[in-house]
Nanobody, 128 residues
Framework: QLQLVESGGGLVQPGGSLRLSCAAS????????IGWFRQAPGKEREGVSC????????NYADSVKGRFTISRDNTKNTVYLQMNSLKPEDTAVYYC?????????????????????WGQGTQVTVSS
């Protein structure tokens, strides 16, 4: 059974940092591209960042470029989202999603409809 579990969310002050983790089970990490998405109250889900199954290709939304960094450790079946210089507008539920690819592919996918599996989400609140 393929499963994604997000962790690392919480309450942080503006300018602070958090690191989200997406732990995958039930499949071999090198066969799946991963994306991070977020949804704020009253807003549509939006893409934040994504990474290829090889880890060699990444993409970021303009709103988080230079502040967020995505990475993966395929030996641990875990993808990370390091979030620095957080702003109140980053407040949202953050989800990770997985899409099967060829082994160690360099392709990434930035749209929600391109993903087949989703985690339950972790809340990030940026507030003073």
């Amino acid at each position: 059974q393929l499963q994604l579990v997000e962790s690392g969310g919480g309450l942080v002050q503006p300018g602070g940092s958090l690191r989200l983790s997406c732990a995958a089970s039930g499949f071999t990490s090198g066969y799946y591209a991963i994306g991070w998405f977020r949804q704020a109250p009253g807003k549509e889900r939006e893409g934040v960042s994504c990474i290829s199954s090889s880890g060699g290709s990444t993409n970021y939304a303009d709103s988080v470029k230079g502040r967020f960094t995505i990475s993966r450790d395929n030996t641990k079946n875990t993808v990370y989202l390091q979030m620095n210089s957080l702003k109140p507008e980053d407040t949202a539920v953050y989800y990770c999603a997985a899409r099967r690819t060829t082994y160690n592919s360099n392709s990434y996918y930035s749209r929600a409809y391109e993903y087949d599996y989703w985690g339950q989400g972790t809340q990030v609140t940026v507030s003073s």
